[in-house]
Protein backbone atom coordinates (compact mmCIF):
# COMPACT_ATOMS: atom_id res chain seq x y z
CA UNK A 1 0.00 0.00 0.00
CA UNK A 2 3.04 2.39 0.58
CA UNK A 3 4.35 1.86 -2.71
CA UNK A 4 1.07 3.22 -4.02
CA UNK A 5 1.81 6.49 -2.04
CA UNK A 6 4.90 6.78 -2.90
CA UNK A 7 4.12 6.54 -6.49
CA UNK A 8 1.36 8.87 -6.29
CA UNK A 9 3.78 11.54 -4.68
CA UNK A 10 6.67 11.06 -7.22
CA UNK A 11 3.42 11.60 -10.13
CA UNK A 12 2.82 14.19 -8.55
CA UNK A 13 6.22 16.16 -8.60
CA UNK A 14 6.69 15.76 -12.21
CA UNK A 15 3.17 16.73 -13.47
CA UNK A 16 1.70 18.55 -10.36
CA UNK A 17 -1.98 19.40 -11.12
CA UNK A 18 -2.27 22.79 -9.07
CA UNK A 19 1.15 24.33 -9.79
CA UNK A 20 1.21 28.19 -11.33
CA UNK A 21 -0.56 31.23 -9.88
CA UNK A 22 -3.73 32.88 -9.12
CA UNK A 23 -4.00 36.92 -9.82
CA UNK A 24 -6.00 38.85 -7.64
CA UNK A 25 -5.85 36.34 -4.71
CA UNK A 26 -7.52 36.65 -1.75
CA UNK A 27 -4.69 35.68 0.32
CA UNK A 28 -1.26 34.48 -0.62
CA UNK A 29 1.88 33.28 1.27
CA UNK A 30 5.54 32.05 1.23
CA UNK A 31 6.98 29.83 2.79
CA UNK A 32 10.90 28.34 2.47
CA UNK A 33 12.49 25.29 4.72
CA UNK A 34 16.27 26.53 5.77
CA UNK A 35 17.23 23.25 6.44
CA UNK A 36 16.99 21.99 3.00
CA UNK A 37 16.33 25.15 1.08
CA UNK A 38 12.65 24.04 -0.39
CA UNK A 39 10.69 26.92 -1.27
CA UNK A 40 6.29 27.42 -1.93
CA UNK A 41 3.94 29.73 -2.44
CA UNK A 42 0.10 29.63 -1.90
CA UNK A 43 -2.08 32.00 -3.75
CA UNK A 44 -5.89 31.42 -2.66
CA UNK A 45 -8.97 32.85 -4.06
CA UNK A 46 -12.14 32.53 -1.57
CA UNK A 47 -15.36 33.15 -2.45
CA UNK A 48 -18.14 33.06 0.14
CA UNK A 49 -16.18 31.47 2.45
CA UNK A 50 -14.80 28.93 0.29
CA UNK A 51 -11.43 28.32 -1.68
CA UNK A 52 -13.11 28.49 -4.85
CA UNK A 53 -9.27 28.98 -6.47
CA UNK A 54 -5.96 27.53 -5.02
CA UNK A 55 -2.49 27.08 -6.35
CA UNK A 56 1.21 26.81 -5.70
CA UNK A 57 4.43 27.94 -7.17
CA UNK A 58 8.01 26.98 -5.46
CA UNK A 59 10.72 24.04 -5.78
CA UNK A 60 12.53 21.63 -4.08
CA UNK A 61 12.33 17.79 -3.15
CA UNK A 62 9.38 15.59 -4.62
CA UNK A 63 7.82 15.38 -0.84
CA UNK A 64 7.64 19.26 -0.48
CA UNK A 65 6.08 19.74 -3.94
CA UNK A 66 3.86 16.69 -4.20
CA UNK A 67 2.54 17.55 -0.96
CA UNK A 68 1.28 21.12 -1.45
CA UNK A 69 -0.38 19.57 -4.86
CA UNK A 70 -2.10 17.46 -2.53
CA UNK A 71 -2.97 19.61 0.00
CA UNK A 72 -4.12 22.12 -2.93
CA UNK A 73 -6.11 19.46 -4.45
CA UNK A 74 -7.82 18.74 -0.82
CA UNK A 75 -8.52 22.06 0.20
CA UNK A 76 -10.28 23.34 -2.78
CA UNK A 77 -14.02 24.15 -2.90
CA UNK A 78 -13.69 23.72 1.30
CA UNK A 79 -14.78 25.85 3.71
CA UNK A 80 -12.54 28.11 5.15
CA UNK A 81 -13.72 27.78 8.65
CA UNK A 82 -12.78 23.56 8.38
CA UNK A 83 -10.03 24.02 6.51
CA UNK A 84 -8.25 26.15 9.43
CA UNK A 85 -9.25 23.03 11.30
CA UNK A 86 -7.09 21.02 9.09
CA UNK A 87 -4.26 19.54 11.59
CA UNK A 88 -0.87 18.58 10.77
CA UNK A 89 -1.69 15.41 11.52
CA UNK A 90 -4.64 14.60 9.15
CA UNK A 91 -2.93 16.12 6.37
CA UNK A 92 0.06 13.85 7.04
CA UNK A 93 -2.19 10.65 7.00
CA UNK A 94 -3.67 12.08 4.05
CA UNK A 95 -0.25 11.72 2.06
CA UNK A 96 -0.26 8.30 2.93
CA UNK A 97 4.13 8.01 3.35
CA UNK A 98 6.16 7.69 6.51
CA UNK A 99 8.50 10.69 6.51
CA UNK A 100 11.42 10.75 8.76
CA UNK A 101 12.00 13.85 10.97
CA UNK A 102 13.94 15.68 8.25
CA UNK A 103 11.48 14.58 5.33
CA UNK A 104 8.32 16.19 7.76
CA UNK A 105 9.56 19.77 7.52
CA UNK A 106 9.40 19.40 3.47
CA UNK A 107 5.79 17.57 4.00
CA UNK A 108 4.76 20.22 6.27
CA UNK A 109 5.81 23.11 4.44
CA UNK A 110 2.47 23.91 2.32
CA UNK A 111 0.68 23.13 5.28
CA UNK A 112 2.65 26.09 6.82
CA UNK A 113 2.43 27.99 3.84
CA UNK A 114 -1.84 27.26 3.49
CA UNK A 115 -2.55 28.53 7.43
CA UNK A 116 -0.20 31.61 6.67
CA UNK A 117 -2.26 32.78 3.70
CA UNK A 118 -5.88 32.21 5.56
CA UNK A 119 -5.07 33.91 8.61
CA UNK A 120 -4.03 36.97 6.41
CA UNK A 121 -6.95 36.44 4.70
CA UNK A 122 -8.84 37.19 7.80
Given at each position: ?10 E ?87 L ?23
Open positions: MLDMYAEEILRYKDPVNKGSIKNTAAEAHETNPLCGDSLDIYLKIEGGKISGAKFNGFGCAISQAAADILLDTVKGKNVKDVKMLSKGSFLSALGVSSPARLKCALLSWHALMMALERAG
